[in-house]
T-cell receptor
């Protein structure tokens, strides 16, 4: 089946530790995205990548880092510099151009204590 | 960046009733998208709209791309309990996609 996978579904970490969230897609999409969702709020863009080996900061990139070494993969690292890392993290992918749709993964809920 | 204005924020309706929600923006978009999100899951794309004035249906769902390209609405007819969830609108232009804060729908049997 074509789609986007995120792992793990739930992740628990101690404050001060870096943690990496996985995102893989087999839709042959060029663009991939990471969003953060807090309770009762919409989606906020952390980072996006339109092509391998290139990525751009979104609206809330501070305390996060990404890499895009392969078209299929776009891992997100939540660093210890992120002040409030507990949230639901969503990965998405899309084609590129003037008009496209984004498709989302199932999400990873990160809890930092 | 500026998010979209989505309303209402929440709705409580009786099974069988029709539902309407909308999104507005001060910016124009090339594409309007509507998603549904169940608790703890990722949003699922319901309808995509590509042209100003376009009216598209997907089963009991109907959505329209506003003629000004700055707004869109979603209607759900004859609601059923499984329609419960959060509905998000999204507007896309080139490399930019913006989301509404969501409409939380509760359907009472």
């Amino acid at each position: 089946d074509g789609g986007i996978t995120q792992s793990p579904k739930y992740l628990f970490r101690k404050e001060g530790q870096n943690v990496t969230l996985s995102c893989e897609q087999n839709l042959n999409h060029d663009a991939m995205y990471w969003y953060r969702q807090d309770p009762g709020q919409g989606l906020r863009l952390i980072y996006y990548s339109q092509i391998v080996n290139d990525f751009q900061k979104g609206d809330i990139a501070e305390g996060y880092s990404v890499s895009r070494e392969k078209k299929e993969s776009f891992p997100l690292t939540v660093t210890s510099a992120q002040k409030n890392p507990t949230a639901f993290y969503l990965c998405a992918s899309s084609g590129t151009g003037t008009s496209y749709e984004q498709y989302f993964g199932p999400g990873t809920r990160l809890t930092v204590t | 960046g500026q998010q979209l204005n989505q309303s209402p924020q929440s709705m409580f309706i009786q099974e069988g009733e029709d539902v309407s929600m909308n999104c507005t923006s001060s910016s124009i978009f090339n594409t309007w998208l509507w998603y549904k999100q169940d608790p703890g899951e990722g949003p699922v794309l319901l309808i995509a709209l590509y042209k100003a004035g376009e009216l598209t249906s997907n089963g009991r769902l109907t959505a329209q791309f506003g003629i000004t390209r700055k707004d869109s609405f979603l209607n759900i007819s004859a609601s059923i309990p499984s329609d419960v969830g959060i509905y998000f609108c999204a507007g896309q232009t080139n490399n930019d996609m913006r989301f509404g804060a969501g409409t939380r729908l509760t359907v009472k049997p």
